[in-house]
């Protein structure tokens, strides 16, 4: 364990110290995004490459989507596939063909790393390469990794989205053609919404990746403007600057002042003025203050301690104190990525401990010491810290459920009102008498 504190000064949490950790942690791998991406993506399969571990983690991390036909699945490596290597090549080639030849639907597939594969140095991306060559133009093959070793939890999206930009077409010039690319996948109403504003503001062109279907794959390059839509895609980030692409930073679109931020740092990239924006968002922007003053009833005054899980801790610690009138006492993530984060830390008031990383006994002493309200966390610490009287968010939920733009904000804030108002009522039952026969 390492532990260190970088140095203070500036606005908010700008430059706050951050307590970095190293030890045990309580977080899920990358395999678990290929959970939400493959209901994003209707044309790819991601058929993960890896031991009984990881097809058990997929089956209950998916929990009754296994049962819908979903398009995943693992190949288990075999213990002849260990011994050498040239047979794991071949093996694969022919789970592959099989798989193909009986879904021929499938456009992109995604041969995805695991602890188990990078053990034992399976090149996927060879592997991807030469199955390429093999099915095009049919089947587009990538691979990313998604283990243990290398990702955490929703880093399985980023080194997803970040495998497909080498291979986008070459894009627009700055000024002749601008387009914006929204990086990050959403919910499809979500994203409607989002396209609806956008529209309304000027932007014409607009182009999400992951893009829906193969067939709408855009071009990239000094013409596009890339904003981020989740925290955690700092290397798909990287990636699309590599290819020319420019950043469009702002506060995540989180609560009714994230997506108003977020709108108008894309107005200010494309020279649109700021009262177009306030005119195209004015009726969203107000029944989403609304929702949230309604939901935010149970929270204001209530102190919050976020577990690190998804990376969307720092902008959702940003929603909670600056529009549910939370306090904050520590904001734990997996990685703090500044460079994505500026906006939202930028905007969360000085005061809680930020940190980043994890040694989750000494995070679990810090939270009973400060018996927080609510504690946002995984699932395996989630009843254990009920059974010690702390009310609990399972942080996992934040990523499933629609919460980005205006119309999701009451929601979002009604996910953390709940379970206080679920232990309010609990107490009140308590403390009635037991009904006569
Ligand atoms: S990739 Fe690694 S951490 Fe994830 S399920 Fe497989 S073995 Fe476990």
Known sequence: MT??????????????????????HEVFCGLTSIVWLHRKMPDAFFLVVGSRTC????????????????????AILEETDLAGLADAHEELDRVVHELLARRPDIRRLFLVGSCPSEVIKLDLAVAAERLTAVHAPQVRV???????????????????????????????????????????????????????????????TVHVLPAAREATRFGVGPGSRVALVQPFLGDT?????????????APMPFGAEGTTAWFHAIAEAFGIPPEVVDRAVAA???????????????????????????????????????????????VGTPFLHRQVLDGD???LDEGPTLSEGQDVDLQLDRVRAARPDLTVCGLG????????????????????????????????????????????????GAAQPPAMP
Request: a negative charge; glycine letters at 8%.
């Open 237 to 249: 980030l990287a990636a699309l600057e590599r290819r020319g692409a420019r950043h469009v930073a």
């Open 345 to 347: 830390l930028a905007l």
């Open 284 to 330: 969203p922007k107000a029944r989403a203050e609304r929702a949230v003053a309604q939901a935010a009833e149970a929270l204001r005054g209530r102190s919050v301690f976020f577990f690190p899980d998804s990376q969307l801790e720092v902008p959702l610690a940003r929603f909670l104190t600056r529009e549910c009138g939370m306090e904050a006492v520590e």
């Open 381 to 428: 610490l989630a009843n254990p810290l009920e059974a010690e009287g702390l009310s609990t968010k399972w942080s996992i939920e934040l990523v499933f459920t629609p919460v980005h733009f205006y119309e999701q904000a009451g929601d979002l804030a009604g996910l953390f009102s709940r379970p206080l108002r679920r232990r309010d009522a609990l107490k009140v």
């Open 55 to 74: 097809a058990h983690l997929l089956q209950s991390a998916a929990g009754v989507m296994i049962f819908a036909e979903p398009r995943f699945a693992t």
């Open 142 to 204: 990538q691979s990313y990794s998604g283990s243990g070793i290398e990702t955490t939890f929703t880093q399985g999206e980023d080194t997803c989205l970040a495998a497909m930009v080498p291979d986008l077409p070459a894009g627009p010039e700055w000024p002749e053609a601008r387009e914006l690319i929204v990086a990050g996948a959403l919910p499809d109403v979500v994203e409607d919404q989002m396209r609806d504003l956008l529209a309304k503001i000027g932007i014409e």
């Open 3 to 24: 532990e260190r504190f970088a140095q203070a000064s500036g606005q908010g949490c700008r430059n706050a110290p951050v307590l970095k950790q190293r030890g045990q």
